[in-house]
């Protein structure tokens, strides 16, 4: 099986002419091969459908500046079907560092690198060069792949709430998208359901290429996980649901992601158009209908947000009204939205108001949330995902009860309202009983008193009521005093 897969590859390679034989150059050294022996597997069950056998040249062991590798780049389109000329003649070797690839950063922050002690980008680059776009097309993050040859990792920078801040993170950010929509399988599950192995090679790429820090591999696969439903949601709505009557243009995955296989396809295009998913996607419409004051934030979030506010206002504090007013503000820094401009107004009324002196602030009932009520229990506005209350408040944290503690706490709550029950119970039996007795007493009084004035003339029944008679006086009590008083 290897050895005919050996022998597919060098046929696939000769006839798209990948290389051509040229003699070494003076003073250049050879730059080697290597064999990758891998398995295609079926999308469904996982069974081996194909041996691959690729030949991969080993460009990290090239010396920047020293040597040179011109090969033709074969796209994995091209190397399947025969038929297609695309990408034929593109060549990767070196470039001056003035390439379109090393543009200034928006920030005036530069990224700081793990294996170099200045905080400027390296002036050695390569890059592989692309034929021109009229369009944006798809990201595939090319600088971070020269940086992984280079072996030079940026270093993610974190602000004072643990969230990604800079040009290092928003590349990190990126690249998680590029892997998780070209490793993650283009299926209708769940990101619990998708391999673990798949979720390590996406771990280990961006370990490769960023020194991640703080945020660590579980924010990775977070950040992996919504990115992949993200992709999965712009297929939806791009390229399935506006053509439920084309099934011609259904047909075949879109131009702009061409890595998407066409079994792969067709299964996600079927799941997105059964009733199931229609079900469940006009149940999240409506929902999206009742969400107010929606942000036009791009993927920097609150954090980078908030970075570069201050840095374009250095010594005013950034609080979260005007995180949010500027969250949802548009380039020419108006609002286009007129709840949101009415917020916004109320917003600047209660700021004005703080710094009178007329209105405190303390906790969390600060401007925003005078402005827009009190905050969800798990989450606080303007400052992104992953921050509780508790953490941007500065709140008590509760205190941990054992089971055995709340145990005790529920019988002892239980057994006083059983008590409070039973007296009160009690009581009003009491109260009855002797309702009863005294009902019982007069019952029984009459006929006798009926029966005693007969036989006694001139009879007054008051005679048989109690007398409420004094206790005679304890003569020893006298004699007490009597000595006291001596």
């Known amino acids: 099986m290897w050895v005919q897969a050996m022998k597919e590859e060098m046929k696939a390679i000769e006839k798209n002419q990948t290389w051509t034989l040229k003699t070494l150059p003076q003073g250049k050294t050879i730059v080697r091969c290597i064999r990758v022996f891998t398995f295609k597997h079926n999308n469904v069950d996982r069974s081996i459908?194909?041996?691959?056998?690729?030949?991969?040249?080993?460009?990290?062991?090239?010396?920047?500046?020293?040597?040179?590798?011109?090969?033709?780049?074969?796209?994995?389109?091209?190397?399947?079907?025969?038929?297609?000329?695309?990408?034929?003649?593109?060549?990767?070797?070196?470039?001056?560092?003035?390439?379109?690839?090393?543009?200034?950063?928006?920030?005036?922050?530069?990224?700081?690198?793990?294996?170099?002690?200045?905080?400027?980008?390296?002036?050695?680059?390569?890059?592989?060069?692309?034929?021109?776009?009229?369009?944006?097309?798809?990201?595939?993050?090319?600088?971070?792949?020269?940086?992984?040859?280079?072996?030079?990792?940026?270093?993610?920078?974190?602000?004072?709430?643990?969230?990604?801040?800079?040009?290092?993170?928003?590349?990190?950010?990126?690249?998680?998208?590029?892997?998780?929509?070209?490793?993650?399988?283009?299926?209708?599950?769940?990101?619990?359901?998708?391999?673990?192995?798949?979720?390590?090679?996406?771990?280990?790429?961006?370990?490769?290429?960023?020194?991640?820090?703080?945020?660590?591999?579980?924010?990775?696969?977070?950040?992996?996980?919504?990115?992949?439903?993200?992709?999965?949601?712009?297929?939806?709505?791009?390229?399935?649901?506006?053509?439920?009557?084309?099934?011609?243009?259904?047909?075949?995955?879109?131009?702009?992601?061409?890595?998407?296989?066409?079994?792969?396809?067709?299964?996600?295009?079927?799941?997105?158009?059964?009733?199931?998913?229609?079900?469940?996607?006009?149940?999240?419409?409506?929902?999206?209908?009742?969400?107010?004051?929606?942000?036009?934030?791009?993927?920097?979030?609150?954090?980078?947000?908030?970075?570069?506010?201050?840095?374009?206002?250095?010594?005013?504090?950034i609080d979260r009204s005007t995180l949010w007013k500027r969250a949802r503000q548009d380039k020419h820094g108006n609002i286009p939205d007129p709840k949101v401009a009415k917020k916004a107004k109320l917003i600047d009324e209660l700021q004005k108001q703080v710094s009178e002196g007329k209105v405190s602030v303390y906790g969390s009932n600060d401007v925003l949330t005078m402005a827009l009520g009190p905050e969800h229990p798990s989450r606080v506005r303007a400052v992104g995902s992953g921050i509780s209350p508790r953490e941007y408040f500065n709140l008590p944290k509760p205190q941990r009860v054992s089971f055995d503690d709340r145990l005790k706490d529920s019988l002892r709550v239980l057994l006083q309202e059983e008590t409070k029950k039973m007296e009160a119970k009690a009581r009003e039996e009491a109260l009855r009983m002797e309702d009863r007795t005294k009902q019982l007493v007069e019952v029984e009084r009459e006929p006798f008193l009926s029966q005693f004035s007969q036989l006694i003339p001139n009879f007054d029944p008051s005679m048989l009521k109690p007398r409420i008679s004094q206790s005679p006086k304890n003569p020893m009590s006298d004699k007490a005093s009597c000595s006291g008083g001596r």
């Open 49 to 317: 459908e194909r041996y691959e056998a690729r030949l991969i040249t080993k460009g990290y062991t090239q010396m920047y500046e020293k040597e040179i590798l011109s090969v033709k780049m074969v796209s994995q389109h091209q190397s399947k079907d025969s038929g297609s000329k695309k990408n034929e003649g593109k060549e990767l070797g070196m470039v001056a560092p003035q390439d379109k690839s090393s543009k200034k950063m928006k920030s005036s922050k530069k990224m700081k690198f793990a294996s170099s002690s200045t905080e400027t980008e390296p002036t050695s680059q390569t890059t592989i060069s692309d034929d021109s776009k009229t369009g944006r097309g798809m990201s595939t993050m090319p600088r971070v792949v020269k940086r992984k040859l280079q072996k030079l990792r940026p270093i993610v920078e974190y602000n004072k709430r643990g969230k990604g801040i800079g040009q290092a993170h928003s590349e990190m950010q990126s690249y998680i998208g590029v892997l998780a929509r070209s490793k993650v399988p283009l299926v209708d599950k769940k990101w619990s359901q998708i391999p673990k192995y798949i979720k390590e090679q996406i771990w280990e790429a961006v370990d490769m290429a960023f020194v991640v820090g703080q945020g660590g591999k579980n924010s990775v696969l977070s950040s992996a996980a919504k990115k992949w439903k993200d992709f999965k949601s712009t297929l939806t709505r791009h390229y399935i649901l506006p053509y439920t009557n084309d099934k011609e243009k259904l047909s075949q995955p879109p131009q702009t992601y061409k890595f998407i296989e066409k079994e792969q396809w067709d299964a996600f295009v079927a799941s997105r158009l059964s009733k199931d998913f229609e079900s469940v996607h006009s149940q999240h419409a409506q929902i999206r209908e009742k969400l107010e004051y929606n942000h036009r934030l791009s993927r920097k979030g609150y954090a980078g947000l908030e970075d570069q506010l201050e840095e374009t206002m250095p010594g005013v504090e």
